[in-house]
C-alpha cells in the first residue's frame, strides 16, 4: 500500500508565495494522475489542480489559474505545487491525491485512491 506525505504549508501574507510538496512513498504512483485539492473550514474538499502521469498535461481550478503551478518527477517520486500571489481565500488545508481518472474525472475527489494527511496553509490579509 502506497503512501502519500505532503509537507511545505504554513502561515504567509497575501501576496507570498509558498512551494507544497507530495512525497509519494513507492514509484507505483508514477502510474497515476496526481492531484491537489484543499478543503477550508467548513467547506467540501475542493479541486486546485491535476497533472497527468507522464507530466505532459495539467489541469487547474479557474480560481488559480495563472498563480498556482503543478509538476511532478517521477525519478523522485515528488509532486509539488508551486502556490505564487497568495489570496486570503486560499487558506485551507491542501490535500495530495492519486487517481486512475483523466478529464473531467480527475476534478472529482471521489475518483481517487490515495490521499495524504494533508498540509495548512494560512494566508492573512
Known amino acids: 500500500q502506497g503512501q502519500l506525505v505532503e509537507s511545505g504549508g504554513g502561515m504567509v501574507q497575501a501576496g507570498d508565495s509558498l512551494r507544497l510538496s507530495c512525497a509519494a512513498s513507492t514509484r507505483m504512483f508514477t502510474n497515476y494522475n496526481m492531484g491537489w485539492f484543499r478543503r477550508a473550514p467548513g467547506e467540501e474538499r475542493e479541486f486546485v489542480a491535476v497533472?497527468?502521469?507522464?507530466?505532459?498535461?495539467?489541469d487547474a481550478a479557474n480560481s488559480v489559474k495563472g498563480r498556482f503551478t503543478i509538476s511532478r518527477d517521477n525519478d523522485q517520486n515528488m509532486v509539488w505545487l508551486q502556490m505564487d500571489n497568495l489570496k486570503p481565500e486560499d487558506t485551507a488545508v491542501y490535500y495530495c491525491g492519486a487517481t486512475l481518472s483523466v478529464v473531467p474525472g480527475w476534478r472529482n475527489p471521489s475518483r481517487y485512491n490515495y490521499w495524504g494527511q494533508g498540509t495548512q496553509v494560512t494566508v492573512s490579509s
Open positions: 497533472i497527468s502521469r507522464n507530466g505532459r498535461t495539467t
